[in-house]
């Protein structure tokens, strides 16, 4: 009964997101007003969408809800509580607010083996709620979107990487992980984000197709990453607006986890770059307060990534970037390379 106990809690975990967003929702709320519409968005990202691997970072998935644009009371309460520590000049704009459920693993490239490989990635999960604000300035042709993002949680066993790998293998028939019992102890986790991109759009319209480049810049602070960023993501497509482009799992080049309700199907095509200078990776560098595997990681890491987004049916949109990421510690024999698939719903 050991695992169907532990399954159980992080299913119920699962829907905690799902459950706050729902509190107190407007009793006004209709399917035809966009206003009273939220958002949740499914993330699923693993190295075998990408590269066909099962290495370093192997799986991520996350579960995010956002308020709508009329919020509840208790989503009310929870942005006049930010706006008492928030300078009024990083959020001038009016605000969204999200809340996350999220889970990360992280395995050396031979998972068959079971004895401590020193010089490869530890084994790691992380497990995480979160909460974010987002505010949106899109007056004119040049707009901006100021992202804050707070993750609580834990690495370690009580994260249930393990558990969970195992039996995902387990079904579909592939080998096992053997080499679980050297990772990561038990420590709590806690992150903040914060990202700030502009949006140019061109005047450019050939046959309807246009085109946007934004540039960003960020950083993270915290025990589990800390590090700041550059990037840029440049996009062609048919409609542009709906969106500050594809959400991915952090410390990846993300961009909305909300977007507008467009008519018809819309589409564009992306390429992104970032550039991160890292200060701690708690995922390669081992635990904080005590002793446990690490390796020797490197200060710069760059990602690249290619994709596509469409809308559909005005509530829907469905995007697949592909992440190419340079080596992130020393040792590593190459960089890697993995696939993130995102549904977004509005409801």
């Not at 107190?24 to 968005?41: F, G, K, T, Y």
């Not at 998972?111 to 497990?127: C, F, H, K, M």
């Not at 307060?289 to 994709?307: R, T």
Request: charged letters at 20%; proline letters at 5%; glycine letters at 10%.
């Amino acid at each position: 009964m050991k695992f169907p106990l532990k399954f159980f809690c992080v299913s119920i975990l699962l829907l905690l997101p799902l459950a706050l967003m729902a509190w107190e929702a407007p009793a006004q709320a209709s399917s035809d007003d966009p206003d009273l519409e939220r958002i949740v968005n499914f993330q699923l990202e693993n190295d075998l969408f990408g590269g066909g691997t099962d290495r370093h970072y192997t799986h991520g998935s996350r579960i995010s809800v956002f308020s709508s644009e009329e919020p509840t009371k208790f989503e009310e309460d929870f942005k006049n509580d930010l706006d008492s520590y928030i300078p009024k000049e990083l959020w001038p704009e009016s605000k969204r607010i999200g809340f996350i459920l999220g889970q990360n693993m992280f395995t050396p490239e031979d998972i068959s083996r079971s004895d401590l490989i020193e010089d490869d990635q530890p084994y790691a999960g992380w497990l995480y709620l979160g909460a974010l604000v987002v505010t949106e300035n899109s007056s004119g042709d040049k707009s901006y979107l100021n992202t804050l993002e707070i993750n609580i949680g834990m690495i370690g066993p009580a994260a249930q990487a393990e558990v969970i790998q195992t039996e995902v293998h387990r079904i579909k028939g592939i080998p096992l992980p053997n080499g679980w019992e050297h990772q990561l102890e038990n420590e709590p986790g806690f992150v903040l984000y914060y990202e700030h991109k502009r949006n140019f759009r061109t005047e450019a319209d050939v046959s309807g197709v246009k085109a946007d480049i934004m540039p960003s810049a960020g950083f993270a602070l915290g025990n589990v990453y800390t590090y700041g960023t550059l990037g840029a993501l440049v996009r062609i497509g048919n409609n542009l607006q709906g969106d500050y482009g594809p959400p991915l799992i952090r410390p990846g080049l993300s961009g909305s986890g909300f977007f507008k309700r467009q008519k018809g199907f819309n589409w564009y095509l992306f390429a992104g770059v970032q550039c991160r200078a890292m200060g701690r990776n708690i995922f390669l560098d081992g635990n904080s307060f005590q002793k446990s595997h690490s390796v020797s990681k490197k200060i710069l890491v760059g990602d690249l990534q290619v994709g596509f987004m469409v809308t559909f049916y005005e509530r829907y949109r469905l995007g697949f970037t592909n992440v190419y990421r340079t080596k992130e510690f020393k040792g590593q024999r190459e960089g890697d390379e993995f696939g993130s698939i995102n549904l977004s719903i509005r409801w």
